[in-house]
Structures are given as C-alpha cells and as structure tokens.
C-alpha cells in the first residue's frame, strides 16, 4: 500500500467517524418531547385519531410510525414538496420543535398487529 492510499484510507475513516458522530448529535438534538406532542395531537385526532389510529378512511394511522418517518412527512407538508389539501395547511406553522415533538408522540404509541386467520 503506497502512503497516499493510507492516508487516503486514514481519511475517510476519519470523516466517516466525524460524521456518524455528528449525526448522533443531530439526532439527539432534533429529539422531540412525547409529552408536548401529545398535547400537540389532540387537534389530529379528528382525522388520524386520538391514540393515532385513523378515523378516516384517507387518513392514515400514524400510531407506531417510525419518529424520522414521521418527521420527514411533516416537513414535506409543511413546504409543499408533498402535496395534501388539508396537511398543508396544517403543517405550513408547524415549527421543527413542534414536528419533532408530534413525531415522538406518534412514534411512541406502541401497537400490535395480528394476522387475520
């Protein structure tokens, strides 16, 4: 191995390091509070519910979701780049704590599913 393939190599294990911890930072930091978000709820669950299990059939059940699934689609409402009628306007205030918040509420609630006989 020639020395600027090891150091190449050294590198990139570095930035790959520096990386994940970031990351880990990142998501520590963006972690949002179950107890607001459940507050926050209450006014989805005309439409998903109040423990996140749908009312309607067009709306989708958000109990159990993962919280980065969560909070993802939030932020796509809130911009438009995903395109709902009514979740847009519903999002469009939202702040990042506010989704981070919700996305914890949701992502807690725990289910089960059965498979039918």
């Known amino acids: 191995m020639t020395s600027r393939s090891h150091s190449i190599r050294i590198l990139s294990a570095t930035l790959c390091a520096g990386l994940s911890v970031a990351a880990a ?3 520590a930091a963006a972690a949002g509070d179950a107890a ?3 507050i926050k709820a209450q006014a989805c669950a005309v439409c998903h519910g109040a423990a ?3 009312t309607l ?3 989708p059940n958000l109990a159990g979701q993962p919280e980065i699934y969560l909070s993802n689609q939030l932020r796509a409402f809130r911009n438009g780049e995903r395109r709902h009628e009514v979740m847009n306007v519903v999002a ?3 702040s990042d ?3 981070a918040s919700l996305a914890a509420w949701f992502s807690s ?3 089960e599913a059965k498979a039918s006989d």
């Open 25 to 27: 930072a990142a998501a």
């Open 97 to 99: 704590d506010d989704i």
């Open 109 to 111: 609630i725990r289910i």
């Open 52 to 54: 996140g299990i749908s």
């Open 57 to 59: 059939p067009d709306a």
């Open 36 to 38: 607001v978000g459940r």
């Open 92 to 94: 469009r205030p939202l």
